[in-house]
T-cell receptor, first 111, second 116 residues
Framework: QQQVKQSPQSLIVQKGGISIINCAYE??????FPWYQQFPGKGPALLIA?????SEKKEGRFTISFNKSAKQFSLHIMDSQPGDSATYFC??????????FGQGTRLTINP | EAGVAQSPRYKIIEKRQSVAFWCNPI?????LYWYQQILGQGPKLLIQ????????DSQLPKDRFSAERLKGVDSTLKIQPAKLEDSAVYLC??????????????FGQGTRLTVV
């Protein structure tokens, strides 16, 4: 049962461009939405997170946009750099810290 | 601050053999998670501990998988007997407990298991 659906599976962006990854959920009990970044051979690391009472959160080049009514949220990476090449996972917390992940997006930034 | 430690990093076993993974969470973190990450997929929660008690093991294949966290610190995950489809990276994560604020889960580097 996939509770968080993520797209696209893979994404190629030119250096300096904007990378956009989308996620959708069904369970309205989710109350915290983190994004994780994972490099090959490493565990996921928290990148940025948002709560459903906020429509947007920005940290440096990374922005989460949240649409509560549509049950969708997205990650925007501005001025994408080759060092941003990684796999990105959206996730959602449900109740007592049960963390559910999306399928992941492999992002490649071409120099 | 030391991160989540996992061992071994890699393990290759034959099907029907048994294997065990070890995790040492960040000091003071009461919540510990074991995730299974199959190649090309997102991590799937296998089991979640709060101190030494199980909070959620609904997706743990209990006929072959077991996990324990006896003293509320280190944890081991065991597979017996292993199947080919168990080939995956097994991630351990830990987090502080908070009833009011969702807190960050910190992940270890994982153990890559190959069953042949």
């Amino acid at each position: 049962q996939q509770q968080v659906k993520q797209s696209p599976q893979s994404l190629i962006v030119q250096k300096g461009g904007i990378s956009i990854i989308n996620c959708a959920y069904e369970n309205t009990a989710f109350d915290y939405f983190p994004w994780y970044q994972q490099f090959p051979g490493k565990g996921p690391a928290l990148l940025i997170a948002i709560r459903p009472d906020v429509s947007e959160k920005k940290e440096g080049r990374f922005t989460i946009s949240f649409n509560k009514s549509a049950k969708q949220f997205s990650l925007h990476i501005m001025d994408s750099q080759p060092g941003d090449s990684a796999t990105y996972f959206c996730a959602a917390f449900q109740g007592a810290q049960k963390l559910v992940f999306g399928q992941g997006t492999r992002l490649t930034i071409n120099p | 601050e030391a991160g989540v430690a996992q061992s071994p990093r890699y393990k290759i076993i034959e099907k029907r053999q048994s294997v065990a993974f070890w995790c040492n969470p960040i000091s003071g973190h009461a919540t510990l998670y074991w995730y299974q990450q199959i190649l090309g997929q997102g991590p799937k929660l296998l089991i979640q501990f709060q101190n030494n008690g199980v909070v959620d093991d609904s997706q743990l294949p209990k006929d072959r998988f077991s996990a324990e966290r006896l003293k509320g610190v280190d944890s081991t995950l065991k597979i017996q007997p292993a199947k080919l489809e168990d080939s995956a990276v097994y991630l351990c994560a830990s987090s502080l407990v908070s009833t009011a604020v969702n807190t960050e889960a910190f992940f270890g580097q994982g153990t890559r298991l190959t069953v042949v």
